[in-house]
């Protein structure tokens, strides 16, 4: 079951390359708080969507737009996982004073954060369950029963796999394009030492452009995807 969950969600995120691009465009621009607002809202259309999907079923991806629902929906989701991390992030900040680490306090704050950030994972799709309601997210009650039905160990294997597999995809795919544009320079050292600079320039293009435009939101709607199906086996 688990497997599929990943399968479904690796497929229905490459159904839409246009989707993509324009997830890796606001991204970009993440830096200005709006457009990051609306990844999240769009990551909340895919999770809402993925709670009253099929695993395996035929589902595509959304259509940017209600562009207001959309930025409020984002809000919303930023809100609950900030209510969430914030003291962990406070903990971890207190270990951390002096210019010294407080090895104990520190872990104290790692635990907490892996605990508060496998609730916020079932948080958000409580919430659009729920008619988008903001309580839901902190209804916890409904959380631990859904995290119970899904089965506690089955959940956070689940959640532990949806994050190494994303981050070996990226590590991956970055080392490949390294190692071929290292390979090029290499090779056209033999020839001009300016041609080194210019495969050096296009390396770095290519090498953002097919991370942060194509694979980052790839990995970005393999994890919604995810996260709304799993939250389906404990509803």
Excluded: H, W
């Excluded at 990551?43 to 969507?49: A, D, E, Q, R």
């Excluded at 959309?70 to 809000?75: A, E, P, Q, V, Y």
């Excluded at 990226?170 to 080194?196: C, D, E, K, W, Y």
């Amino acid at each position: 079951m688990i497997l599929d969950i990943y399968k479904d969600s690796f497929e229905f995120a490459s159904k839409k390359v246009t989707v993509l691009l324009l997830l890796g465009v606001l991204s970009f621009f993440g830096v200005l708080i709006i457009p990051l607002i609306f990844v999240y809202g769009y990551g909340y259309k895919v999770i809402k969507l993925s709670t009253q999907s099929m695993i395996n079923g035929e589902d595509e991806p959304p259509e940017f737009g209600e562009y207001k629902k959309m930025f409020i929906d984002g809000l919303k989701c930023i809100i609950v996982y900030l209510a969430y991390m914030i003291i962990p992030i406070i903990i971890i900040a207190v270990s951390t004073m002096n210019g010294r680490i407080n090895l104990l306090i520190f872990l104290i704050g790692l635990i907490l954060m892996f605990v508060t950030m496998l609730i916020s994972y079932l948080a958000i799709p409580n919430m659009a369950a729920n008619d988008d309601s903001l309580s839901a997210a902190f209804a916890f009650s409904d959380i631990f029963k859904a995290m119970a039905s899904i089965g506690y160990l089955k959940f956070i294997l689940t959640y532990i796999g949806v994050v190494l597999i994303s981050t070996v995809i990226f590590a991956v795919v970055a080392l490949i394009i390294s190692f071929i544009f290292g390979l090029l320079g290499v090779a056209t050292l033999s020839f001009s030492t300016q041609g080194v600079g210019v495969v050096s320039i296009i390396g770095t293009i290519i090498f953002n452009f097919v991370l942060f435009f194509l694979v980052a939101p790839y990995l970005s709607m393999f994890k919604n995807r995810c996260q709304g199906l799993i939250y389906t086996l404990g509803s």
